[in-house]
């Protein structure tokens, strides 16, 4: 009889070059779900990426320090313990421009995959 859990003790670690931590627990890049994907992530302060428009829908949950959002123009930003849902296909920009950084984690569904980022040029 097989288990019916899986338990993750080594995150796939995404390679990046800002300074921002990912580690996927399940995912694409983890356990081939393309169903969803669950990382931790640590944005370092001072920390921003160009805008996107994702083909997925994402949720972010605080838990430690402050993460801003400009979603459509509109800035959010959110603190520890505070959570959002961004809709699909919504332009959005991530950042952390305060002084400490920022660990979250972020649930996309369907699955994170950067064919559907949509990402813009700086």
């Known amino acids: 009889m097989s288990k019916k859990y899986i338990i993750q003790n080594s995150p796939f670690v995404v390679p990046t070059t800002d300074g921002k931590l990912i ?8 356990d081939k779900n393309s169903k969803v994907s669950i990382a931790h992530m640590v944005a370092p302060a001072g920390w ?3 805008f996107q428009t994702p083909e997925f829908e ?28 961004i809709e699909k296909n919504v332009r959005v920009q991530y950042s952390n421009p305060f002084t400490e950084p920022c660990e979250y984690l972020a649930i ?3 699955a994170f995959s950067i064919d559907l980022v949509n990402r813009e040029e700086v």
Do not use: M, R
């Open 58 to 85: 994402e949720y972010t949950y605080i838990i430690k320090g402050k993460k801003q959002f400009n979603i459509d123009g509109d800035i959010v930003v959110l603190e520890e313990g505070q959570s959002i849902k």
């Open 23 to 30: 580690e996927e627990h399940f995912g694409n890049a983890t």
């Open 108 to 110: 996309c569904l369907p």
């Open 48 to 50: 921003s990426e160009p």
